[in-house]
């Protein structure tokens, strides 16, 4: 299985777009053609349209994501994640955003929940220094929530985004669901590797020379996958999961069943792929 999720907007200066803006559109093409590619007998994956998004403040100071529900009720997985924006470490904004995320009916997973605001990163209370009690009070309503709506808590392998050993302890005690991620924006982010021929086909300024030269690094990637660093940290986490009493049923992407079983009857989704996808692969053996 693979999920194709990115951001609506920038992550460190999000904005709200509008179902006729590109960035909708594009996520509405996108959820077309992985459908019509699921129906292909040859695809014996199953691929997900999703979305990352950013949950920010509007101009009135009120929480809400950058993409409008009438895309993200078409995706198949919603990802709702805050990043570096304003209000970033205030105890009382960082629990009204993350509230309204858990509450909102079509956000199913919590990304990289504590990045950027861990405890000892200066978290603050009315411009003061946050009492620690208090930030692990605002986390405990914020699990309720999230349990009480069946949201899953991401653990992020990307170095900067995993989650605080006490969060993750407080949220296996609220009985939630988990869901592992690479956030692998590119393979070599687990190698530490740049190129300057990526950074010149971002800009449009690549030759034929730089474009061949790009065809064979993806390729070479591609075929190595993540490395064994990414995949050491998986395991890393699957057995802190397994002392904290997780089994593969709270971990929404543990299979392709789990996953497809957590959307469709866990979270009453019922888009068109998911359905099909539900269809297809149900005489399939785990």
């Known amino acids: 299985m693979v999920a194709f999720a990115e951001h609506p907007t920038k992550p ?14 594009a996520f509405l093409e996108q959820i077309k053609r992985v459908e019509k590619i699921n129906k292909k007998p040859e695809t014996k994956i199953a691929i997900l349209s999703s ?16 993409l409008p529900d009438q895309v993200l009720s078409k995706l198949d997985i919603v990802t709702a994640s805050r990043h570096g924006i304003d209000q970033e470490k205030d105890i009382e904004a960082i629990k009204k955003s993350l509230l309204m995320a858990a509450k909102h009916p079509l956000v199913d997973t919590i990304g990289h929940p504590d990045r950027y605001i861990r405890l000892e990163g200066g978290i603050t209370d ?85 474009l061949a030269q790009l ?18 940290l998986l395991m890393n986490y ?13 971990i929404i992407n543990s299979s392709r069943e789990r996953l497809l079983e957590f959307l469709t009857e866990e979270r009453g989704k019922q888009t068109d792929n998911l359905n099909n996808l539900k269809e297809k692969f149900e005489n399939d053996q785990p």
Request: overall charge negative.
């Open 12 to 25: 460190g200066q999000p904005h709200r777009v509008e179902k006729r803006d590109l960035q909708a559109q």
């Open 51 to 66: 979305a990352e998004v950013n949950i920010h403040f509007d101009q009135a100071g009120e929480p809400i994501l950058d």
């Open 126 to 210: 009315q411009g003061e220094p946050c009492d620690p009690e208090k930030y692990w009070e605002a986390w405990e309503e914020i699990l309720e929530e999230m349990a009480k709506n069946n949201k899953a808590f991401e653990i992020n392998l990307n170095e900067k985004s995993r989650p605080a050993d006490e969060l993750l302890r407080r949220a296996a005690e609220k009985g939630l669901n988990f869901v592992l991620n690479f956030d692998a924006h590119d393979f070599d982010q687990y190698g530490k590797e740049s190129t300057k021929t990526k950074q010149k086909w971002a800009k449009d300024e690549a030759t034929e020379d730089d």
């Open 215 to 232: 065809a064979d690094y993806k390729k070479e990637r591609l075929q190595a996958g993540p490395g064994l660093r990414a995949i050491r």
């Open 238 to 250: 699957l057995r802190k999961l397994e002392e904290l009493g997780i089994g593969q049923s709270r």
